[in-house]
């Protein structure tokens, strides 16, 4: 996400002159303008697609793509589909040698080199890694951290020099993690923060010794009942252990683990698996638990926030005064207003003689209005403990007032203010000694002392909207300025624990940055921000969640010593991934650390082979920017972050208006000057890295209708091949459709003819049809144009609901897409996210678990290398060292080296040009 203040900023640039002495206001006014236009980029932003306005519907849109792929055409995943699919990836044999990790080395989100036009270097979130998603520590130091797709790491030093404790469980998504009363470790599996990601969980696990051991499969509490659903919250009375999921509200005992789940209330049980409405449209939405507290003076009194953020009849406060056995929708009183209850967090006082709820807005999402400052409705303060009366203590004028410190204040309708993704980023915490002390996490981090009288911005969005903000042109690194800010958090608040007493309490939060701590009652400055934060993310948690990646070597080793260093006899090479709010990550051979060159969300990346300083790098929506220079401005450049006419980085995004959140955009594997990208429409240019505007693409064609995009792409030779869906889910008034098309190019007459395949019949089976699930992948045998794969996302049937899901993964035509063959054999049911076909005619399969292999000549899969955590492989991408390397959503950027029967062959050509892959 992405904030625009305008107005705000003006206001703080004499600040600068104030504190800065005779420097000009200029930078300042730069920086205006680029935040005007919507050009200074972290996270989801509108530039894109439709401007400003855009940015929580961009979100919601991406995490509407994950989704679709792996739901689609129902929308429901049956339990026990990922363990099922873990045994059997378990039951494969190992072919080749062991992954190594290119990413486990601190991620400088700030480095002062790599700050051109289109990078937030020196926004102020320093170190950072993927999103955390839940947090625990004992106070003694052990501090625990969930990534939302990385699994559980342990630190015994406060935090920072992290251990992965839970890579041997067949699913890292993490959903939340608390510790028992006992000092045994809970880990909820099923990240939730979506609201309507269905799948991804294979249930609860308990550490009972989380100092030393490691989470095992052993270790799940109860059987299959919690498979493939998501889990907001971990709670315990004395006796019971209790959680808040997509599916309702479970409970069970602090014993006999193995024994079942028992599901003590869900609002619609029509709609869950089994029941005769589950295949309902929106059949995922209607038993949403966000939060389940337990009243600390009465254990027999339990509170639950139930509902879609959308919002639905169901939707509201409930609560139970037996222990859970019944459950009641309640009618709040004072000032919270019933109807409106979305995404909402409960948290008490220590003593339980308060209560606060903070509370997203329903009203809003569909209020139709175009443009929304936010979507919270407010905070809200219970002074006797009891669901109301409730007294409103925070708005999201109040959080962003300038009084506070907030990067938000939205002045005049312009920009944003607090909350513009309360249906995703939230957390709430009471001081444990101070009743009146209040934490709050939405985008930024609040705190306050009385109740909600006062309000600071302990952690502010960025540091670009303040005085003490000043960029390199006015202040040199190398000069030491006393007024510069202090460090903040990365953005999107959403996981909160507070440990220890006294002086020695600390705040610990989790967010799309990683995590950070402070002294619980730590200092702040005159603005009201925290001037403690420590980034706990030093290189061993490596959480970072890709979408793409991509290699080219180190081609000005000893002219740019920025580029680091490396065994000279070796192929050096530089790797440039995109990944979910983190930007464009680039990682250098021999260096400390990796280092950020492009802001906001980084999609597709194309690296070339050659030369890995030349690079596109998406944004979202297919916006693209290209650069020679690994966005590295140098010294000529001293204002490039600033002014775009001295900017080594280049806009050339083409005029596509409807794309996939992440779009897919690919080089001929044959001549990397040639391009296709991939929205509504394909796109072809011939000017390689030289392209120096959008206007140059041409459309070589364009899919029928505008709710229609490409989701795939790949390009060889004359060939090319790309899969497309619209609608791509069920949800509307109109099914999910999928489909293919095959594009040859004439040299002679440098034109395209593009045509629609039918993915009918398959030709080794008499009843099976070709899925009607999400394409994920797209490959062409490099010696053969005509032979063509497509990989499938989602599960099979067996787990589905939804019209033609069928059975198979991946498919094979050897007559340029007339016919179609299911060369999935022994394949894990599990969701395809890419197919590489390489050199020697051997298949690489990335998966929602790892990644499989084929080799030449076989008809059946193996698991390609050891070591690689169980996690999901978004993108595979040849490098030009004979590696291949994979892209992960949750645990960063990996490679291992291709089996020896096709690395003889990748010297002299490949499946695509090293560091760029099938799509």
């Given at each position: 996400?992405?904030?625009?203040?305008?107005?705000?900023?003006?206001?703080?640039?004499?600040?600068?002159?104030?504190?800065?002495?005779?420097?000009?206001?200029?930078?300042?006014?730069?920086?205006?303008?680029?935040?005007?236009?919507?050009?200074?980029?972290?996270?989801?932003?509108?530039?894109?697609?439709?401007?400003?306005?855009?940015?929580?519907?961009?979100?919601?849109?991406?995490?509407?793509?994950?989704?679709?792929?792996?739901?689609?055409?129902?929308?429901?995943?049956?339990?026990?589909?990922?363990?099922?699919?873990?045994?059997?990836?378990?039951?494969?044999?190992?072919?080749?040698?062991?992954?190594?990790?290119?990413?486990?080395?601190?991620?400088?989100?700030?480095?002062?080199?790599?700050?051109?036009?289109?990078?937030?270097?020196?926004?102020?979130?320093?170190?950072?890694?993927?999103?955390?998603?839940?947090?625990?520590?004992?106070?003694?130091?052990?501090?625990?951290?969930?990534?939302?797709?990385?699994?559980?790491?342990?630190?015994?030093?406060?935090?920072g020099n992290w251990t992965p404790i839970a890579d041997a469980l067949p699913s890292l998504s993490s959903g939340d993690l608390e510790l028992a009363s006992d000092g045994s470790l809970w880990y909820a599996t099923g990240e939730a923060n979506t609201g309507g990601t269905s799948y991804a969980g294979t249930g609860v696990y308990r550490l009972a010794d989380p100092k030393t051991g490691a989470f095992s499969p052993t270790d799940r509490v109860g059987g299959e009942e919690l498979e493939s659903t998501t889990i907001n919250s971990i709670r315990f009375t004395n006796d019971t252990a209790?959680?808040?999921?997509?599916?309702?509200?479970?409970?069970?005992?602090?014993?006999?683990?193995?024994?079942?789940?028992?599901?003590?209330?869900?609002?619609?049980?029509?709609?869950?698996?089994?029941?005769?409405?589950?295949?309902?449209?929106?059949?995922?939405?209607?038993?949403?638990?966000?939060?389940?507290?337990?009243?600390?003076?009465?254990?027999?009194?339990?509170?639950?926030?139930?509902?879609?953020?959308?919002?639905?009849?169901?939707?509201?406060?409930?609560?139970?005064?037996?222990?859970?056995?019944?459950?009641?929708?309640?009618?709040?009183?004072?000032?919270?207003?019933?109807?409106?209850?979305?995404?909402?967090?409960?948290?008490?006082?220590?003593?339980?003689?308060?209560?606060?709820?903070?509370?997203?807005?329903?009203?809003?999402?569909?209020?139709?209005?175009?443009?929304?400052?936010?979507?919270?409705?407010?905070?809200?303060?219970?002074?006797?403990?009891?669901?109301?009366?409730?007294?409103?203590?925070?708005?999201?004028?109040?959080?962003?007032?300038?009084?506070?410190?907030?990067?938000?204040?939205?002045?005049?309708?312009?920009?944003?203010?607090?909350?513009?993704?309360?249906?995703?980023?939230?957390?709430?915490?009471?001081?444990?000694?101070?009743?009146?002390?209040?934490?709050?996490?939405?985008?930024?981090?609040?705190?306050?002392?009385?109740?909600?009288?006062?309000?600071?911005?302990?952690?502010?969005?960025?540091?670009?909207?303040?005085?003490?903000?000043?960029?390199?042109?006015?202040?040199?690194?190398?000069?030491?300025?006393?007024?510069?800010?202090?460090?903040?958090?990365?953005?999107?608040?959403?996981?909160?624990?507070?440990?220890?007493?006294?002086?020695?309490?600390?705040?610990?939060?989790?967010?799309?940055?990683?995590?950070?701590?402070?002294?619980?009652?730590?200092?702040?400055?005159?603005?009201?921000?925290?001037?403690?934060?420590?980034?706990?993310?030093?290189?061993?948690?490596?959480?970072?969640?890709?979408?793409?990646?991509?290699?080219?070597?180190?081609?000005?080793?000893?002219?740019?010593?920025?580029?680091?260093?490396?065994?000279?006899?070796?192929?050096?090479?530089?790797?440039?991934?995109?990944?979910?709010?983190?930007?464009?990550?680039?990682?250098?051979?021999?260096?400390?650390?990796?280092?950020?060159?492009?802001?906001?969300?980084?999609?597709?990346?194309?690296?070339?082979?050659?030369?890995?300083?030349?690079?596109?790098?998406?944004?979202?929506?297919?916006?693209?920017?290209?650069?020679?220079?690994?966005?590295?401005?140098?010294?000529?450049?001293?204002?490039?972050?600033?002014?775009?006419?001295?900017?080594?980085?280049?806009?050339?995004?083409?005029?596509?208006?409807?794309?996939?959140?992440?779009?897919?955009?690919?080089?001929?594997?044959?001549?990397?000057?040639?391009?296709?990208?991939?929205?509504?429409?394909?796109?072809?240019?011939?000017?390689?890295?030289?392209?120096?505007?959008?206007?140059?693409?041409?459309?070589?064609?364009?899919?029928?209708?505008?709710?229609?995009?490409?989701?795939?792409?790949?390009?060889?030779?004359?060939?090319?091949?790309?899969?497309?869906?619209?609608?791509?889910?069920?949800?509307?008034?109109?099914?999910?459709?999928?489909?293919?098309?095959?594009?040859?190019?004439?040299?002679?007459?440098?034109?395209?003819?593009?045509?629609?395949?039918?993915?009918?019949?398959?030709?080794?089976?008499?009843?099976?049809?070709?899925?009607?699930?999400?394409?994920?992948?797209?490959?062409?045998?490099?010696?053969?144009?005509?032979?063509?794969?497509?990989?499938?996302?989602?599960?099979?049937?067996?787990?589905?609901?939804?019209?033609?899901?069928?059975?198979?993964?991946?498919?094979?035509?050897?007559?340029?897409?007339?016919?179609?063959?299911?060369?999935?054999?022994?394949?894990?049911?599990?969701?395809?996210?890419?197919?590489?076909?390489?050199?020697?005619?051997?298949?690489?399969?990335?998966?929602?678990?790892?990644?499989?292999?084929?080799?030449?000549?076989?008809?059946?899969?193996?698991?390609?290398?050891?070591?690689?955590?169980?996690?999901?492989?978004?993108?595979?991408?040849?490098?030009?060292?004979?590696?291949?390397?994979?892209?992960?959503?949750?645990?960063?950027?990996?490679?291992?080296?291709?089996?020896?029967?096709?690395?003889?062959?990748?010297?002299?050509?490949?499946?695509?040009?090293?560091?760029?892959k099938n799509k």
């Amino acid at each position: 996400m992405v904030v625009a203040v305008v107005a705000s900023l003006a206001a703080v640039a004499g600040g600068l002159l104030a504190t800065g002495g005779t420097h000009s206001a200029s930078p300042h006014a730069q920086l205006l303008s680029k935040l005007a236009s919507n050009e200074l980029r972290h996270g989801s932003q509108g530039t894109a697609n439709g401007g400003p306005g855009g940015e929580s519907a961009e979100l919601m849109a991406a995490m509407q793509q994950f989704d679709n792929a792996r739901t689609a055409p129902g929308g429901i995943v049956a339990a026990g589909g990922y363990t099922d699919a873990y045994n059997s990836l378990q039951g494969l044999t190992t072919t080749g040698g062991a992954w190594s990790e290119v990413t486990n080395k601190p991620y400088d989100a700030d480095d002062p080199d790599y700050r051109d036009f289109y990078s937030n270097s020196s926004g102020g979130s320093g170190n950072v890694t993927g999103r955390i998603t839940g947090l625990a520590a004992d106070g003694t130091g052990y501090v625990y951290a969930a990534g939302a797709n990385g699994g559980v790491w342990r630190s015994s030093t406060g935090g920072g020099n992290w251990t992965p404790i839970a890579d041997a469980l067949p699913s890292l998504s993490s959903g939340d993690l608390e510790l028992a009363s006992d000092g045994s470790l809970w880990y909820a599996t099923g990240e939730a923060n979506t609201g309507g990601t269905s799948y991804a969980g294979t249930g609860v696990y308990r550490l009972a010794d989380p100092k030393t051991g490691a989470f095992s499969p052993t270790d799940r509490v109860g059987g299959e009942e919690l498979e493939s659903t998501t889990i907001n919250s971990i709670r315990f009375t004395n006796d019971t252990a209790w959680i808040a999921t997509l599916r309702g509200i479970y409970s069970h005992p602090l014993s006999d683990y193995g024994s079942p789940w028992t599901r003590k209330f869900a609002p619609n049980e029509d709609y869950l698996p089994g029941g005769p409405n589950a295949g309902a449209q929106n059949a995922a939405y209607k038993n949403i638990v966000n939060d389940l507290v337990v009243d600390p003076s009465n254990s027999n009194h339990l509170l639950a926030a139930v509902g879609w953020r959308s919002g639905d009849s169901y939707n509201g406060f409930y609560e139970s005064t037996d222990g859970g056995d019944t459950w009641n929708k309640i009618n709040p009183t004072g000032g919270l207003d019933g109807t409106d209850v979305g995404y909402a967090n409960f948290a008490y006082s220590n003593d339980g003689k308060k209560l606060y709820v903070i509370n997203q807005s329903p009203k809003k999402i569909n209020s139709g209005a175009r443009i929304q400052n936010t979507y919270l409705d407010g905070i809200y303060e219970s002074d006797n403990g009891l669901v109301g009366p409730w007294n409103r203590i925070a708005s999201a004028d109040k959080l962003g007032a300038t009084s506070t410190g907030s990067a938000l204040n939205a002045v005049n309708g312009q920009g944003y203010s607090p909350g513009i993704q309360a249906w995703y980023n939230q957390f709430i915490a009471v001081d444990p000694a101070n009743d009146d002390h209040v934490v709050v996490g939405l985008e930024e981090v609040y705190q306050t002392y009385d109740a909600g009288s006062h309000w600071q911005t302990i952690g502010p969005y960025w540091n670009f909207t303040f005085g003490c903000w000043g960029p390199d042109s006015l202040y040199p690194p190398d000069i030491a300025q006393p007024n510069r800010c202090p460090q903040t958090t990365h953005s999107d608040q959403h996981a909160v624990t507070i440990a220890g007493t006294g002086k020695s309490a600390t705040l610990y939060v989790g967010n799309d940055g990683g995590a950070y701590s402070r002294p619980l009652n730590g200092k702040v400055n005159a603005n009201g921000n925290a001037t403690d934060w420590k980034s706990l993310n030093d290189g061993t948690m490596d959480a970072l969640q890709y979408y793409y990646v991509g290699a080219g070597k180190l081609a000005d080793n000893g002219t740019r010593p920025d580029l680091g260093t490396g065994d000279s006899a070796a192929v050096q090479v530089l790797v440039s991934g995109g990944m979910q709010d983190n930007g464009g990550s680039l990682i250098r051979p021999g260096a400390p650390k990796m280092v950020s060159n492009f802001g906001g969300d980084g999609g597709d990346v194309l690296v070339d082979p050659e030369n890995g300083c030349n690079i596109v790098q998406e944004y979202v929506y297919l916006t693209m920017e290209v650069t020679k220079t690994c966005a590295n401005p140098g010294p000529d450049h001293p204002n490039a972050f600033l002014d775009l006419s001295q900017s080594t980085t280049v806009d050339i995004s083409p005029p596509d208006i409807n794309a996939q959140f992440i779009a897919p955009f690919t080089a001929n594997d044959k001549n990397i000057d040639q391009w296709v990208a991939a929205g509504n429409s394909l796109w072809y240019q011939d000017k390689g890295f030289d392209i120096t505007s959008g206007s140059q693409w041409k459309n070589i064609y364009k899919l029928p209708s505008a709710a229609e995009t490409f989701t795939a792409v790949t390009y060889s030779g004359n060939s090319l091949l790309a899969t497309w869906c619209g609608p791509c889910s069920n949800s509307g008034s109109a099914p999910f459709t999928r489909g293919a098309v095959f594009g040859t190019f004439d040299p002679a007459s440098e034109t395209w003819t593009v045509k629609p395949l039918t993915l009918g019949p398959l030709t080794n089976s008499s009843t099976e049809q070709f899925p009607n699930r999400y394409l994920q992948g797209a490959a062409i045998n490099p010696n053969d144009s005509s032979d063509l794969f497509i990989g499938v996302n989602g599960f099979s049937r067996r787990y589905t609901e939804g019209p033609g899901a069928g059975i198979g993964h991946v498919f094979e035509s050897k007559d340029s897409g007339a016919t179609w063959t299911d060369i999935s054999a022994n394949i894990p049911d599990v969701p395809v996210n890419d197919v590489v076909s390489l050199a020697d005619g051997g298949l690489a399969v990335a998966t929602d678990l790892g990644v499989v292999y084929r080799a030449p000549g076989s008809t059946t899969w193996t698991r390609l290398g050891s070591g690689l955590p169980t996690t999901t492989v978004m993108d595979l991408s040849v490098g030009p060292d004979g590696n291949l390397y994979a892209g992960t959503h949750g645990r960063g950027i990996w490679r291992v080296a291709i089996p020896a029967s096709t690395t003889s062959t990748t010297t002299t050509t490949t499946s695509t040009p090293p560091g760029k892959k099938n799509k």
